[in-house]
């Protein structure tokens, strides 16, 4: 299997080939960007499957579908939630949300391999896609959250909530009282749930709400620690393959 990945970020591309090693997947070629994209793909044969970042340094990697006819099966990996799942409904073989999971990983491969040769007969549109990035669907996000304390139902709105976190497979929505709720859904619901231009996933247990972060300070690692305006149960982290993202969602 012949596999290449186009990712801007050097330590976030090292890692997913790290981890398609453990898989027993070679990658054969790193790229970071839309220009030396298209000039490997004109001078080298293309690959069986991509693992391909929409937003790179230079543009989004759609740009490089201008130029270059795609012969090769895709997995999107993105930090964008909507598109993401835009792209997934347009055919690719699977779409991964930073930062990528290893299980999560393993079953993109293995549904690669059983789609196999048919993947190569995808025709994905890529000007649908990039019509998302530059006007992203209109939708309504959930506003108001329940939660179950003793007999009765608490109303929690979205609004109210510092961040949203997961423990000992719980999920709870922290408050700007200093409240914790137990709620009955998981982070990976939430995703299509929360206003994104409010809420940010910063890592695999917590999503922040921007109205309530106090601080933000530089942690080891290159990564970034959090502090909200009353919440103190643990420490939250930006994950270095977010920080990237987060300072963009911040600005």
């Known amino acids: 299997m012949n596999v290449i990945i186009i990712e801007d970020e050097k330590p976030a591309a090292r890692r997913l080939g790290r981890l398609l090693a453990e898989?027993?997947?070679p990658v054969t070629t790193?790229?970071?960007?839309?220009?030396e994209s298209i000039i490997w793909f004109q001078e080298n044969e293309h690959p069986d499957l991509i693992f391909l970042d929409?937003?790179?340094?230079?543009?989004?990697?759609?740009?490089i579908f201008d130029?270059?006819?795609?012969k090769s099966a895709i997995i999107f990996t993105t930090a964008y939630d909507e598109y993401a799942?835009?792209?997934f409904k347009l055919n690719s073989i699977d779409y991964l949300l930073k930062p990528i999971d290893d299980e999560e990983l393993e079953s993109a491969v293995k549904k690669f391999k059983a789609l196999k040769p048919s993947t190569q007969k995808m025709a994905l549109d890529f000007e649908d896609i990039k019509k998302l990035l530059v006007n992203p669907?209109?939708?309504e996000y959930k506003k108001r959250f329940t939660a179950r304390v003793g007999q009765h139902l608490k109303i929690i709105n979205a609004d109210e909530v510092q961040c949203f976190y997961s423990e000992n497979k719980g999920t709870y929505a922290a408050t700007v009282d200093g409240r914790n709720y137990l709620l009955d859904t998981t982070l990976e619901?939430?995703?299509s749930e929360l206003e994104p231009k409010l809420f940010f996933r910063v890592?695999?247990?917590f999503y922040v709400n921007v109205n309530h972060i106090k601080d933000i300070i530089s942690y080891t690692n290159s990564r970034l620690q959090i502090k909200l305006t009353n919440f103190s149960e643990q420490e939250i982290i930006v994950s270095r393959e977010r920080v990237r993202d987060f300072k963009l969602w911040l600005e």
Do not use: C, P, T, Y
Not at 30 to 35: G, I, N, P, R, T
Not at 67 to 70: A, F, L, Q, T
């Open 23 to 25: 898989l027993d997947v």
């Open 30 to 35: 790193m790229l970071h960007s839309v220009e």
């Open 54 to 63: 929409i937003q790179l340094s230079d543009g989004l990697s759609f740009e």
């Open 67 to 70: 130029v270059i006819e795609v």
């Open 85 to 87: 799942l835009q792209a």
């Open 137 to 139: 669907l209109e939708r």
């Open 189 to 191: 619901n939430l995703e």
């Open 203 to 205: 890592s695999r247990k």
